[in-house]
């Protein structure tokens, strides 16, 4: 049977846009993603958070591979361990300094976002930044194992991407995305806007005790991800959708195997069926992070932030569910503020014009 029966098999309507590419895209990420949690329960790594969401977001983010993409993402891991280690260990007793020095950081990061070439080298950063802060903030965080796992992680993602892309290659070659031309004072805009709301939400991580809310972090911090309001409330948007179908499954997945739920062998498949109906959805969606990219996220961050298939999944859902939605209405309020006040200057004013 041909990629492209298979293709048709899998895409049940017929008007829906699936290619064969997004079929291997699919795959590559379901398979990525099984390796790295299977890899991470049986070496039962202390931050296995890292080892399962690096390759699904470096597969579903960038569906191509090759060495520029394989360096910004070493790279942007890499420097975040120096910048951590620098913010942390030593401008942790001045939190004016230590605040502004990760201002600067985010805007950097979004900055090259917005400018577009180094993208991936900004997300990561961004994403890297926000968690390991979060992290290293508590006293009870084994730093070297934090960075050691970070780096290693990000290996393990760019090694899996690899292999991925060699065994499960596009069948036809991908057209380069549009360039999206920006004047200054939108790239200022953007940069600005994102850099000053990340902040805050570091602020508030950092002064209330938000350990077990990584996944409302995370949601905070992608929806940023557009730079500017109209697309933070879509983003989040989809990231509620996309968070409630993620933890609506792994309940289901619990509650059909209940006793034998401890079983990573019974579980796995279903861990992987889950990743092919998000990893389908986020595909055919194109949006970037859209619901399937969220939904995928969500269960990899659930069966990777150390929990294990006999834990008490239902609270666990609840919890992400409301902490989420909290994070997304506070951080859209933020943003909402922050887009009104540069508006109010021309070098960071950025005009939405209706399409």
């Known amino acids: 049977m041909s990629i492209n029966t298979l293709a048709r098999v899998f895409t049940p309507h017929g008007n829906i846009v699936y290619t064969a590419n997004d079929f291997r895209q699919t795959l590559r990420i379901v398979f990525a993603g099984m390796i790295a949690l299977s890899i991470s329960t049986f070496y039962n790594t202390s931050y296995g958070v890292f080892y399962v969401v690096y390759p699904i977001m470096l597969l579903s983010l960038v569906p191509v591979f090759n060495r520029h993409v394989a360096k910004q993402f070493v790279f942007s891991a890499s420097l975040n361990c120096i910048e951590m280690v620098i913010i942390i260990g030593y401008l942790s007793q001045w939190p004016l300094i230590m605040t502004l020095v990760v201002f600067a950081l985010y805007v950097m990061r979004f900055r090259f976002m917005s400018q577009g070439p180094l993208f991936l080298f900004g997300s990561m950063g961004v994403v890297c930044q926000s968690v390991m802060l979060n992290f290293m903030s508590y006293p009870t965080t084994n ?28 069948v036809e070659p991908r057209k380069p995305p549009p360039l999206i031309e920006k004047n200054a004072a939108r790239v200022r805009h953007e940069s600005l806007l994102s850099g000053t709301v990340a902040t805050m939400i570091f602020v508030v991580f950092q002064i209330s005790d938000l350990s077990d809310s990584l996944s409302a972090l995370m949601a905070g911090v992608l929806i940023l991800f557009p730079m500017h309001y109209r697309g933070a409330v879509m983003s989040s948007l989809w990231r509620v959708v996309g968070v409630i179908l993620g ?26 069926l889950g990743l092919a109906f998000g990893a389908r959805l986020h595909v055919m969606e194109k949006v970037g992070a859209g619901v399937g990219f969220a939904s995928i996220t969500t269960i990899g961050i659930m069966f990777g932030q150390n929990m294990h298939p006999d834990g008490d999944l239902v609270f666990s859902d609840l919890y992400r569910i409301v902490s989420v939605t909290v994070a997304l209405v506070s951080t859209l309020t933020l943003v909402f503020l922050v887009h009104l006040f540069l508006n109010l200057f021309e070098p960071t004013r950025y005009v939405i014009r209706e399409p």
């Not at 509650?255 to 992987?272: A, E, N, R």
Request: hydrophobic residues 55%; charged residues 5%.
């Open 143 to 170: 730093w070297h194992t934090l960075l050691f796992s970070n780096v290693e992680a990000s290996i393990m993602a760019v090694c899996l991407s690899a292999l991925m892309n060699y065994l499960l290659p596009d």
């Open 247 to 272: 933890c609506l499954y792994i309940l289901v997945m619990q509650l059909v195997l209940y006793d034998h739920s401890s079983h990573m062998l019974l579980m796995m498949p279903l861990i992987g």
